[in-house]
């Protein structure tokens, strides 16, 4: 079955660092998202990407974030300079259709700040 | 803006049935989700009803929604072990665009 698989599985780095997560979505999916859930909270939607373009993004997605798809098959999640608060579990999900859809999650990139 | 609730703990005995609820402020959702979360796993799509629908039946799972109250319920039947898990109820947003969810169920399965 397909499935959503991101690296690294656990990213550990200092505080004003840049971090780069990657996510390959399922092949045939068109809409790519990532979520972020900090220990014992909510997940959280972070932004919605669809034909090389943001289709709309959350308050917590400000400048410090940004997302591509530099090839056919990756999709990435950049945080220009990590803040402690940035600590987390960053999921990534696709799905086939907007609207109608169902939004496949990968197994997440724990992201550790110090 | 849109919210999800859901209750944080429910314990179960084994071989009972568990009752997961969740209330929604999204009256536009067209689609809502039961997503699982196993401890150290990414979220797993358990089931969705849309919201014509009153229930959904998928094996062990029944979702029952309530769309004038705005209630969402995930029904396990004949609960085992291996349920035990974090359940999530999820709404979409008035654009389609994005998943709005709640903070998780977590529900614990004892022998």
């Known amino acids: 079955e397909p499935e959503v698989t991101q690296t690294p599985s656990h990213q550990v780095t200092q505080m004003g660092q840049e971090v780069i997560l990657r996510c390959v979505p399922i092949s045939n999916h068109l809409y790519f998202y990532w979520y972020r859930q900090i220990l014992g909270q909510k997940v959280e939607f972070l932004v919605s990407?669809?034909?090389?373009?943001?289709?709309?993004k959350s308050e917590i997605f400000d400048d410090q974030f940004s997302v591509e798809r530099p090839d056919g098959s990756n999709f990435t999640l950049k945080i220009r300079s990590t803040k402690l608060e940035d600590s987390a579990m960053y999921f990534c999900?696709?799905?086939?259709?907007?609207?109608?859809?169902?939004?496949?999650f990968g197994p997440g990139t724990r992201l550790t700040v110090t | 803006g849109e919210d999800v609730e859901q209750s944080l703990f429910l314990s179960v005995r084994e071989g009972d049935s568990s009752v997961i609820n969740c209330t929604y402020t999204?009256?536009?959702?067209?689609?809502l989700y039961w997503y699982k979360q196993e401890p150290g796993a990414g979220l797993q799509l358990l089931t969705y009803?849309?919201?014509?629908?009153d229930m959904k039946q998928d094996q062990r799972l029944t979702v029952l929604l309530n769309k004038k109250d705005k209630h969402l319920s995930l029904r396990i039947a004949d609960t085992q072990t291996g349920d035990s898990a974090i359940y999530f109820c999820a709404s979409g947003n008035q654009a389609g665009t994005a998943l709005i969810f709640g903070k998780g169920t977590t529900l614990s399965v004892s022998s």
């Open positions: 999204d009256s536009s959702s067209t689609y």
């Open positions: 999900a696709s799905s086939e259709r907007r609207g109608f859809y169902e939004q496949y």
């Open positions: 990407f669809y034909n090389n373009e943001i289709s709309e």
């Open positions: 009803i849309f919201s014509n629908m």
